[in-house]
């Protein structure tokens, strides 16, 4: 069996990890990707805040890719297209929510004009090359989320996306269990299916329930309130805008994507029934028990508007004593670290915070076991791919998938999974890989430049200058600086330039005159002078110039 005639899933980010997700099937030799995310850096990443999937391999086979599809609007599938898509060359496809975020993302990217974005209806049927692709509605944390039911020559697979069974998610319609039946009794090969949840007991809970609490919690407060949540998460949105209202209070937007989330779900019909938001500019202004803030940073985002109302630089508010914010969100695994800073910066200036672990101020996005039960009734796919989360969880997901009648297949990136013709199988595997988005550039997180940052962040560097004639002649102290290692106004600099000058005048005359020799000379005392002094391996620099 060859690439030309076969039906196959290849994850190029997304399996082993939460976010950075880029799924690609191949139908007879053509590609159909299908997300494009981001995920968040760690300390091992200097300097870096985003990663996106590396999509050499995909370039790579660029002429066979006919298209990407978005499921939904989540930074973790939708928030690498503008990063990556000068790569990938190709349309990309969503529907009315995911375009209009798109379009604000490619224009803020340059892009505008660029990508050709090709919007579909929902529920809808669409066909690309040999994809014949039905979108089902499903309810997930931000509107118009998507399954996909992806028909071959060579038969049907589902494509969850990210979703969960909500009777009331305020916002679009409940998941749709008669179009997961239908699929179910056509026959399903495969079913690629989130993972996210899948060591959760129970049931996520509904944003119904999550808006009645809100309400409840906030209309006894005084003082400013802030409530920070993700931007997309637009019922959460609604359901603390209408809490706040509720409690005579103005409403307040802070942050650049939540204006920009919000504007799109009002060209979209959404958020009807709240009146334009508070500036950031005239918050400020409204006397403090009549004031509610929703604001960016619930990941503990450096920049975001709730890490600068914590450390008091955010330039039209202040929060402080007798003040409330409120995390409506959970910790991606990763950024407790943040989050906890931002905490510990709030509770200092006096600031009462209130996290999920204390009040009901949060549910899930993601399918618990219950739910997960319920569709692979409803589906009955033969095989059963877990995908979105970490490898416990897809772990367990393969376990619960066999009990219900599937035959799991738990992979990593870069795996071919071949789905038809045949017993859906590995085959083979591509590479994968992270990038780091640093600024306008795309770098290899292994080794490169960030490697050398990193080597910079644990060694430091030295540089040295250094005048010499054309016989060899030190012309004046040479001049060394060790930013990071040493003060600059310490003795270390000026010992370390006196061993170079000591170390220099006693080459041999002929050595002398060699840029090279004196060069790499200059290096070697050097680094042994940083070794003894502070136990560090430096990068270092010689200038030398000749007089």
């Known amino acids: ?69 978005i499921t939904h609007a989540h930074e973790d599938h939708i928030g690498g297209v503008a990063h990556l898509w000068r790569s990938l060359q190709c349309p990309v496809h969503g529907g009315p929510f995911v375009s209009a975020v798109l379009r604000r993302k490619l224009a803020e990217a340059g892009l505008s004009q660029e990508v050709p974005l090709k919007e579909f209806d929902l529920p809808g049927r669409v066909r690309i090359g040999p994809f014949d692709l039905e979108f089902l509605r499903v309810a997930h944390s931000v509107p118009e989320a998507l399954a996909m039911a992806i028909r071959t020559r060579h038969g049907l697979v589902v494509h969850t996306g990210d979703w969960k069974l909500d009777p009331e998610p305020l916002i679009g319609p409940p998941t749709d269990e008669a179009g997961f039946r239908r699929l179910g009794g056509e026959g399903v090969l495969a079913m690629v299916c989130d993972s996210t949840n899948a060591m959760v007991e129970g049931h996520s809970g509904s944003e119904a329930e999550v808006r009645r609490s809100l309400a409840k919690l906030i209309k006894p407060m005084k003082g400013r309130v802030a409530v920070t949540c993700f931007a997309t ?102 950024n407790e670290r943040a989050i906890t800073r931002v905490q510990d ?28 039960r319920a569709l692979y009734d409803w589906v009955k796919p033969r095989a059963a791919i877990p995908v979105h989360g970490e490898w416990r969880h897809m772990d367990a997901h393969a376990t619960l998938a066999r009990e219900a009648g599937s035959e799991p297949l738990v992979i990593e990136d870069g795996a071919v999974v071949r789905l038809a013709p045949g017993p859906v199988q590995v085959v083979d595997t591509v590479p994968v890989g992270r990038l780091a988005v640093d600024g306008t550039r795309l770098l290899p997180v292994r080794g490169g430049v960030l490697g050398a940052r990193g080597r910079l962040g644990r060694e430091g560097a030295v540089v040295a200058s250094l005048a010499l004639d054309a016989q060899g002649k030190l012309l004046g102290a040479p001049r060394v600086s060790a930013p990071g290692l040493f003060d600059a106004e310490g003795p270390e600099l000026a010992q370390m330039g006196e061993e170079l000058a000591r170390a220099l005048n006693e080459l041999p005359k002929a050595a002398r005159r060699d840029d090279e020799v004196v060069g790499e000379a200059a290096r070697a005392v050097l680094r042994k002078a940083v070794g003894r002094r502070a136990k560090k391996r430096p990068n270092v620099e010689v200038h030398l110039l000749r007089v």
């Open 345 to 372: 910066e709030l509770a200092r200036r006096g600031v009462r915070v209130v996290t999920a672990d204390e009040h009901f101020v949060h549910v899930s996005g993601h399918p618990a076991r219950e739910e997960l």
């Open 233 to 334: 998460n637009l019922a959460r949105v609604e359901s603390i805008a209408l809490a706040g209202l509720a409690a005579g209070r103005d409403v307040a937007l802070f942050g650049r994507s939540l204006r920009n989330s919000v504007q799109a779900a009002r060209e979209c019909g959404y958020l009807s029934r709240i009146p334009d938001f508070v500036s950031e500019d005239e918050a400020g202004y409204i006397p403090d028990d009549n004031l509610l803030v929703i604001c960016t940073g619930s990941q503990g985002e450096e920049r975001s508007a709730l890490a600068k109302l914590a450390t008091d630089t955010h330039n039209n508010l202040s929060l402080g004593q007798g003040d409330t914010v409120i995390f409506s969100s959970r910790q991606i695994p990763g």
């Open 1 to 69: 069996m060859t690439p030309s005639d076969d039906f196959a899933f290849i994850p190029l980010g997304g399996t082993g990890e939460i976010g950075m997700n880029l799924n690609v099937y191949r139908c007879d030799g053509k590609l159909l990707a299908v997300d494009c995310g981001i995920g968040f850096a760690g300390g091992d990443t200097p300097g870096v805040d985003i990663l996106v999937p590396d999509p050499a391999w995909l370039v790579e086979h660029r002429k066979d890719l006919l298209g990407l599809v």
